[in-house]
C-alpha cells in the first residue's frame, strides 16, 4: 500500500477552458432536467421547459430518454387544466444506487442507498485497531456481502463508492483514538486506490465536511439552497462549503475546513480555535454523554446550557467572517449531538446573528441538518450521485 489516505485528492487544474462540446452540452441538460425533478418531487414537459428555457422538443427527447433508462417513472397525469392534462415525471428510486463509508474510532460505517437517498442496507464494521489493511480487507468483503444480499442491483447502475475521509486538518489520529504506529501507517496508504482496484465503479475520497455538505445538498436540509456553510460538531469541527448550488471542495479539498479557525469571542479577545472551543472533545465526558443524549429540557440544564451558548457563540464568530467573505445567506448546523442539542445551538446562533445580517438583500437563515451522527456515512454515499447525475458543470467537465 503506497500513496496519502487523505492527499491523494486530484487538484483543480490552475487554468481550465470555459468552452464545452455539443456532446457535454447534452449531457449537462439531462442532469439538470434530473436536479430539478429531484428539487421539485415532480414536473411534467411542460413546466421542465418553463424552468430550464430549453426548446420543447428538446425536453421531450431528454425526458423519454432517461425514462426509457429507468431514471424517471411517468406519473398519473393530471387533470382538471386546459387542454391535455399534463404528466409528471419522478426520479425512480430503483434508477441508480451508491455506497458510502465512514471512519470513526470504533471502525466503519457502510450504507447502501437508492437513487432517492433512502437507506436500503447498512454495515458496521468494528475494527480495532483501525489499521490500514483491516479497513480495506473488511470493507472489501462487507461490501460483496451486502450487493449479494440485493442481487437485483446491476452494476451498470451502481454510481461508486464515497469515502468520508477524517484524514485532514490537526489531531486527526488523536481524534479517532489511533496509537502512534497505526497512525503512522495511515500517512502511506492511499485508501481510495486500494478499495478501487477491487470493483468497477469508481470510488471518490473527500473531507468528510465536504461530503456531509453534499448530503444536505442533495437530500437535506440544503436542498435548493445555492449557497451555504454546512458545520458539523463532533469530535472535531468540520465544515462544508457549496457555492452556486454546487459543492465546493476546493483546489486542494479542504474548502469549509473551519475547525482551526480561531474564534475571537468579545469582551475579552481571547482567540482559541473552533476546535477547542466547540467540538465533543473539548467538553469533560460527562456532559459530552448529556450533550448527545439530551431531550427536551434536559439541554435547559446549567451544564449542557451553557456549553451550547459558548459554543454557539465560537460558530458565530467564525461564520460571521465567513458570511462577509463568501455572500453567503445560510449556515447548516449539523452533528453527533442530539437533535435537541442541535435545535438549541441553532436557535442561539440566529439571536447572535440576527443584528448583523438583517441588512443583507436576502433573508438568512440557519438551519439544523438531516442527517447527524450519519451525516459522513451518508455524504460519502451522496457523492458518486452528485458526480455522476447532478447538473455540477465542474465536476461534468471534469469526468
Known amino acids: ?111 447502501l442507498i437508492d437513487f432517492l437517498g433512502n437507506v436500503v442496507d447498512r454495515a458496521t464494521l468494528p475494527l480495532s485497531p483501525l489499521s490500514p489493511e483491516a479497513v480495506v480487507r473488511g470493507v472489501v468483503a462487507a461490501i460483496v456481502s451486502m450487493l449479494s444480499r440485493h442481487p437485483r442491483i446491476a452494476t451498470a447502475r451502481i454510481a461508486g463508492l464515497g469515502i468520508a475521509s477524517p484524514f485532514h486538518g490537526t489531531g486527526w489520529a488523536a481524534r479517532l483514538g489511533l496509537a502512534r504506529d497505526i497512525a503512522d501507517l495511515w500517512t502511506t496508504v492511499d485508501l481510495r486506490a486500494e478499495i478501487d482496484a477491487h470493483f ?74 473552533l476546535n477547542e472551543m466547540a467540538s465533543l472533545n473539548a467538553v469533560p465526558p460527562q456532559l459530552r454523554d448529556a450533550l448527545l443524549i439530551a431531550a427536551a429540557g434536559e439541554i435547559e440544564q446549567p451544564g449542557p446550557a451553557q456549553w451550547v451558548e459558548t459554543a454557539a457563540a465560537a460558530i458565530t464568530a467564525t461564520v460571521r467572517q465567513a458570511i462577509g467573505m463568501l455572500d453567503i445567506d445560510t449556515i447548516v448546523i449539523d452533528g453527533d449531538v442530539s437533535v435537541v442539542t442541535r435545535k438549541a445551538i441553532a436557535r442561539s446562533m440566529r439571536r447572535n446573528l440576527a443584528q448583523s445580517t438583517a441588512a443583507r438583500p436576502e433573508p438568512f437563515a440557519v438551519l439544523e441538518g ?13 457523492v458518486p450521485l452528485i458526480v455522476r447525475y447532478s447538473s455540477d458543470k465542474d465536476l461534468l467537465f471534469k469526468e
Open 370 to 382: 438531516r442527517f447527524g451522527r450519519d451525516a459522513f456515512v451518508l455524504g460519502g454515499a451522496a
Open 200 to 273: 468497477d465503479w469508481p470510488v471518490y475520497l473527500l473531507a468528510d465536511g465536504t461530503v456531509a455538505a453534499g448530503a444536505e445538498l442533495t437530500f437535506g436540509a440544503g436542498l435548493g439552497r445555492s449557497d451555504f456553510l454546512y458545520v458539523h460538531i463532533g469530535g472535531s469541527i468540520s465544515g462544508g462549503l457549496v457555492l452556486d448550488h454546487h459543492l465546493h471542495a476546493g483546489r486542494n479539498g479542504l474548502a469549509g475546513m473551519i475547525g482551526e479557525l480561531a474564534a475571537v469571542l468579545p469582551p475579552a479577545g481571547d482567540a482559541r480555535t
Open 1 to 111: 500500500m503506497t500513496g496519502s489516505s487523505y492527499y491523494n485528492v486530484e487538484k483543480a487544474a490552475a487554468w481550465r477552458s470555459g468552452g464545452s462540446t455539443q456532446a457535454e452540452a447534452r449531457v449537462y441538460n439531462e442532469r439538470l432536467i434530473l436536479s430539478l425533478i429531484r428539487l421539485h418531487g415532480e414536473l411534467s414537459k411542460v413546466e421542465l421547459t418553463h424552468l430550464t428555457g430549453l426548446a420543447p422538443q428538446t425536453i421531450t427527447s431528454i425526458v423519454n430518454g432517461a425514462a426509457a433508462n429507468e431514471l424517471l417513472l411517468r406519473g398519473k397525469p393530471r387533470r382538471g387544466g386546459v387542454g391535455q392534462p399534463s404528466v409528471p415525471y419522478e426520479l425512480n428510486a430503483s434508477g441508480a444506487w451508491s455506497l458510502g463509508l465512514s471512519l470513526d474510532a470504533k471502525g466503519c460505517d457502510l450504507v
